[in-house]
């Protein structure tokens, strides 16, 4: 919706608390549709290690907007806070069932926590501008963690 006023802004969220539950909800909707869009592409690699990088790469990208989010909904929008710990719970089932498809011998709810719990670290560094903490690095480092579990979960077994 574009807005040429602050009255029609006022049209159509009666207060503040309103609008950042709608933006904070496009948003994460937005990100969960990236997801879908990109496991559906079949012209992507969609691997273990490879759905790990996506996952932290995308979760990440857009880390002011949802620092404020985070920081609204610890501090007291009761709203907010429950939006979020919806959206984890739709999350957390979905990419729990694609690492689920993707390797087996791990927990994959564990990962998906963990994943998730990566990413909201990131988050946080990046939000205070932490120049000891390099996250395209992290994020490297975790995708060839996960190549190595994937490599060594698919790799045969000898019996002899």
Same mark, same amino acid.
């Given at each position: 919706?574009?807005?040429?006023?602050?009255?029609?802004?006022?049209?159509?969220?009666?207060?503040?608390?309103?609008?950042?539950?709608?933006?904070?909800?496009?948003?994460?909707?937005?990100?969960?549709?990236?997801?879908?869009?990109?496991?559906?592409?079949?012209?992507?690699?969609?691997?273990?290690?490879?759905?790990?990088?996506?996952?932290?790469?995308?979760?990440?990208?857009?880390?002011?907007?949802?620092?404020?989010?985070?920081?609204?909904?610890? *501090?007291? +929008?009761?709203?907010?806070?429950?939006? &979020? #710990? @919806? %959206?984890?719970?739709?999350?957390?089932?979905?990419?729990?069932?694609?690492?689920?498809?993707?390797?087996?011998?791990?927990?994959?709810?564990?990962?998906?926590?963990?994943?998730?719990?990566?990413?909201?670290?990131?988050?946080?560094?990046?939000?205070? *501008?932490? +120049?000891?903490?390099?996250?395209?690095? &992290? #994020? @490297? %480092?975790?995708?060839?963690?996960?190549?190595?579990?994937?490599?060594?979960?698919?790799?045969?077994?000898?019996?002899?």
């Amino acid at each position: 919706v574009l807005f040429r006023s602050q009255g029609t802004l006022y049209y159509y969220y009666n207060t503040k608390d309103q609008l950042l539950l709608d933006v904070t909800e496009m948003m994460l909707d937005e990100q969960m549709h990236a997801l879908f869009s990109w496991i559906n592409d079949p012209t992507k690699d969609t691997s273990f290690h490879r759905l790990v990088m996506y996952i932290m790469k995308y979760d990440t990208m857009n880390f002011c907007q949802r620092s404020y989010l985070i920081y609204s909904a610890i *501090n007291g +929008n009761e709203t907010v806070r429950n939006l &979020f #710990i @919806e %959206k984890y719970r739709e999350f957390t089932h979905i990419i729990s069932n694609l690492i689920a498809e993707r390797i087996s011998g791990v927990d994959p709810n564990f990962v998906t926590w963990l994943l998730l719990l990566l990413s909201d670290g990131i988050i946080l560094q990046k939000s205070l *501008n932490n +120049n000891y903490f390099n996250s395209e690095e &992290f #994020i @490297e %480092k975790c995708t060839f963690y996960a190549k190595f579990l994937e490599d060594k979960k698919n790799k045969p077994t000898n019996t002899d």
